[in-house]
């Protein structure tokens, strides 16, 4: 972890505000006013005004992906979707969310009141800390902190404790059985998700994720499938996204552990999922797509944002493609699947690199291959093990006719 | 050096503040628009009971939960505990691996072959059946 003045945006702005020395080849204009010895108030201007950049850039993202998910999901539907507020229903989502905004707020009298109002700010908080650490560009980050990949697993699983605070404060049955179904889910699948992380952290050698980026030659997602195939599906679950949005079963829990909320505290519960899910694509392209890497004469900025969109587009397909599993289907794909194949994952990347600690080109190509053989053989093993517990009873053609069995 | 650490936390802790303050902003301005009678407020006492079917609730608050929640409770967090075990290793896998070799290697497979005895024991117990 360099200096803070590594990062091109910060320094840029810090360099437009303080008379330091050694700022002056960074000045376009000859504006700054605040003099050396006071170089702390500087600092604290331009991170606050990144800060108010980055969090607004978050909030809008977010409207832009409500947006964009009913747009598509419309179309894979072959319907229209949003589309009468302003060009292409572009306005919907700031209808929405004034609409959210003047609504009654009601509060149940059986409610916990201070849980009750702490559960739905304890959701969008930790999701916002996901922004500030990863590295957008070669030099366009916020922050570079040497522990990363750890602060990034640490941050992302507070919103379990979040969701079964809701649950628990609303005073009603179907929040609670809502919250600790999600809890549950929720924390069987952060273990395939912190091993598979494990096998981005043997790539590159460090916790640092601006180094994730920079020693991921192949990127991850073809070099190490298994790995990626896990934490894709396991960041789903813990997005409580569809097809794992089993705590929002609308036909048998009303919603889930939200079931009482109304007004801005619901509002912010819709803003923490989808912004986790914008969050989480960024952490997946960073740790499986090579983050901002890609040819040079497009700008390390706009790969990074293409790439962002990418993901964000996979999950919006899940949504449109799979149904809903079972709860008892969950908890057998996580600790009977996904545990296993991120450890196999993990274990025979180490073992490769014990063999070849400096993988030459044709090594890393073997490698690649090895990786893809067991990615096709574990996957074939544990879907026939795993088989009869994950479908339940044999699919005819009469039961999906019928819907039977 | 130490500047740096500084300076990168500092701006989380920055960065954690004002995360903070928006969504309690955003619940306090609602709440300021009940006050100017934007937003609507008639509170009756069928409304606030807790939420059954739409009509009125006619079951307790607390019902019991599947005992099997607390053995996925507790499997997380022995397995969880072995993931944070894995990072460290991880990190320095690189280097290490060159240093001592296959041995390295070996000494985190016999950890993990350990923890997952008992995982293929639980699995075997029934614990990760749900029935």
């Keep these: 972890m360099g200096p803070i003045r590594e990062s091109f945006i910060f320094e840029f702005l810090y360099c437009h505000l303080s008379l330091e020395a050694s700022c002056s080849s960074v000045r376009i204009l000859n504006i700054a006013f605040i003099p050396e010895n006071l170089s702390w108030i500087s600092f604290t201007l331009t991170a606050f005004f990144w800060i108010f950049v980055f969090i607004n850039a978050a909030l809008v993202g977010v409207l832009m992906l409500i947006w964009g998910e009913r747009r598509l999901i419309g179309k894979f539907q072959a319907r229209l979707g949003p589309n009468r507020w302003g060009p292409l229903g572009l306005f919907t989502p700031v209808a929405d969310a004034i609409k959210v905004m003047f609504k009654e707020d009601i509060e149940p009298t059986l409610s916990d009141k201070l849980i009750y109002v ?24 916020l922050t570079n902190i040497s522990v990363g990949v750890v602060f990034v697993l640490a941050i992302t699983s507070i919103n379990s404790l979040s969701v079964l605070m809701a649950g628990w404060a609303s005073g009603n049955r179907f929040a609670i059985i809502g919250g600790i179904r999600a809890v549950a889910m929720l924390l069987s699948y952060e273990i395939p998700m912190g091993i598979s992380a494990a096998g981005v952290v043997i790539v590159a050698g460090s916790l640092s994720l ?3 980026v920079n020693n991921q030659v192949i990127p991850n997602a073809i070099f190490q499938p298994l790995g990626f195939i896990t934490f894709l599906i396991a960041s789903t ?13 609308e036909s048998e829990l009303v919603a889930g552990y939200m079931t009482d909320y109304s007004s801005m ?61 079972r709860i008892d289907q969950i908890m057998s794909l996580a600790w009977k699947g996904l545990f296993e194949l991120s450890l ?18 044709i090594q890393l190509l ?16 544990f879907g026939k093990i795993l088989s009869p517990n994950l479908t339940g009873n044999k699919i005819t053609k009469r039961s999906v006719v019928y819907g039977l069995d | 050096m130490l500047k740096d650490y500084f300076d990168h936390y500092a701006i989380i802790g920055f960065y954690l503040a004002i995360a903070i303050s928006v969504p309690i902003g955003m619940i306090v301005l609602s709440k300021l628009a009940q006050f100017i ?27 019991g939960f599947n005992i099997k929640y607390y053995f996925y409770a507790l499997l997380f967090v022995i397995f969880d505990v072995e993931t944070i075990f894995l990072f460290p290793w991880a990190a320095k896998y690189g280097i290490w691996s060159k240093e001592f070799g296959l041995m390295f290697f070996l000494s985190m497979f016999v950890f993990l072959a350990v923890v997952t005895l008992g995982y293929v024991y639980a699995w075997k117990k029934g614990d990760l059946e749900w029935n």
Excluded: H
């Design chain 1, 118 to 141: 702490l559960a739905p700010i304890l959701m969008v908080v930790p999701v916002f800390m996901i922004f500030p650490v990863i590295p957008y560009g070669t030099k366009t980050f």
């Design chain 1, 210 to 212: 601006s180094e994730v």
């Design chain 1, 237 to 249: 679950a813990e997005l409580n996204r569809s097809p794992f949005d089993i705590t929002e079963a």
């Design chain 1, 265 to 325: 505290k619901f509002g912010l519960f819709y803003l923490g999922e989808f912004m986790a899910t914008i969050a989480s694509s960024a952490i997946i392209v960073t740790f499986y797509f090579s983050g901002w890497r890609g040819p040079s004469f497009i700008p390390s900025e706009i790969w990074f944002l293409a790439k962002w969109i990418g993901v964000i587009a996979i999950f919006i397909w899940f949504r449109a493609t799979f149904p809903r599993l």
């Design chain 1, 344 to 361: 196999i994952n993990v274990l025979v990347l180490a073992l490769m690199i014990a063999i070849w600690p400096d993988p030459s080109g």
């Design chain 1, 366 to 381: 073997i490698m690649t291959l090895i990786n893809w053989v067991v990615f096709f053989l574990s996957i074939y093993i």
């Design chain 2, 37 to 63: 009678k934007v937003r609507p407020s008639n509170p009756s006492k069928l409304k606030e009971s807790m939420y059954e079917c739409g009509m009125k609730p006619e079951t307790e608050r607390w019902q």
